[in-house]
């Protein structure tokens, strides 16, 4: 199997607080994790790219300060949203990569997270 | 700027019938390739990967590529309203996990 989690499953929070999202992969170890956006019926956004032990990867125009990521092992990696705001309001998705054969990594999702900024 | 290229949509289908859905893609390289598919208010959800040229089939979904003229599709056999979903096309140029999706097209299986 490939089970990828994620906590909180929705969060509200008031403006200018921080929100912490965890990504865990249960039953693998990710060679890598992907952190997505959505905003309604809009295509996903890659965010940035997480590898374990170091700094992740940032996808162009999206605030490395603002959008802290943490990726302290092979199944566990956090997003925090810092100084949120109503902007900020989207679902967050994340992703981790699991080797399907010798050169190929499949891309599994966890369920999102709601986000809503008030 | 690698692409990929899907028909939004809506794709609407009666019960019972095959569903075709298509994506081209422009990357030359590209190793692997993935159909997900995302309910509304969902997660996209893994359906198929396919890395060779053919067919491969996989219950009622049979996925399609055809590196030289770097298109992919996705065929849907009885199709079901539970089927009804975006279907994204994402593909993988190499060893890098990183994907490019399209758009996605929407579904609609009607009754």
């Known amino acids: 199997g490939a089970v990828v989690s994620q906590h909180p499953s929705w969060v509200i929070c008031k403006s200018g607080t921080s929100v912490k999202i965890e990504c865990r992969s249960l039953?693998?170890?990710?060679?890598?994790m992907f952190w997505y956006r959505q905003f309604p019926k809009q295509s996903l956004m890659l965010m940035a790219t997480s590898n374990e032990g170091s700094k992740a990867t940032y996808e162009q125009g999206v605030e490395k300060d603002k959008f802290l990521i943490n990726h302290a092992s092979l199944t566990l990696s956090t997003l925090t949203v810092t100084s949120a705001h109503p902007e900020d309001s989207s679902f967050y998705i994340c992703?981790?990569?699991?080797?399907?054969?010798?050169?190929?990594?499949?891309?599994?999702f966890g369920p999102g997270t709601r986000l809503t900024v008030l | 700027q690698k692409e990929v290229e899907q028909n939004s949509g809506p794709l609407s289908v009666p019960e019972g019938a095959i569903a075709s859905l298509n994506c081209t893609y422009s990357d030359r390289v590209s190793q692997s390739f993935f159909w997900y598919r995302q309910y509304s208010g969902k997660s996209p959800e893994l359906i198929m990967s396919i890395y060779s040229n053919g067919d491969k089939e996989d219950g009622r979904f049979t996925a399609q590529l055809n590196k030289a003229s770097q298109y992919v599709s996705l065929l849907i056999r009885d199709s079901q309203p539970s089927d009804s979903a975006t279907y994204l096309c994402a593909v993988n140029a190499g060893t890098a996990s990183k994907l490019t999706f399209g758009t996605g097209t929407r579904l609609q299986v009607t009754l």
């Open positions: 039953d693998f170890q990710a060679t890598t």
């Open positions: 992703s981790a990569t699991k080797r399907t054969s010798g050169y190929t990594d499949t891309q599994y």
